[in-house]
């Protein structure tokens, strides 16, 4: 079994900053790469943010390039999402999940490609 637990979300004024954090543990697997995700009330889950856990290479929706900006720590199987200029439109649960090597053929901004998800942070952003 495989557990990711994020931490990190809060309330925050428009334009303010957030940190998230994602960190997973349980058996060995082999992670191809962490992602970023959010789904807001009534809307469905959207990508935000990958990361290619070996060559750190990463990948961005348009709404959050540029002002977001995701790594990782391969020893501590942590993943980070720094959040800076946010928006009233950011505001969401934040989940973060694993894509395995199982999964290669799927891209990273799909959903279907990721095997295990935290249970979610809570981002507000106030205007």
């Known amino acids: 079994q495989v557990q990711l637990v994020e931490s990190g979300g809060g309330l925050v004024q428009a334009g303010g900053s957030l940190r998230l954090s994602c960190a997973a543990s349980?058996?060995?697997?082999?992670?191809?790469?962490m992602g970023w995700f959010r789904q807001a009330p009534g809307k469905e889950r959207e990508f935000v943010a990958a990361?290619?856990?070996?060559?750190?290479?990463?990948v961005y929706a348009d709404s959050v390039k540029g002002r977001f900006t995701i790594s990782r720590d391969n020893a501590q199987n942590t993943v980070y999402l720094q959040m800076n200029s946010l928006k009233p439109e950011d505001t969401a649960g934040y989940y973060c999940?694993?894509?395995?090597?199982?999964?290669?053929?799927?891209?990273?901004?799909?959903?279907?490609?990721?095997?295990?998800w935290g249970q979610g942070t809570q981002v507000t952003v106030s205007s």
């Open positions: 990361i290619r856990w070996s060559s750190g290479m990463t």
């Open positions: 999940a694993v894509h395995t090597a199982l999964r290669l053929g799927v891209p990273l901004q799909r959903a279907s490609g990721y095997d295990y």
């Open positions: 349980g058996r060995s697997f082999s992670v191809y790469a």
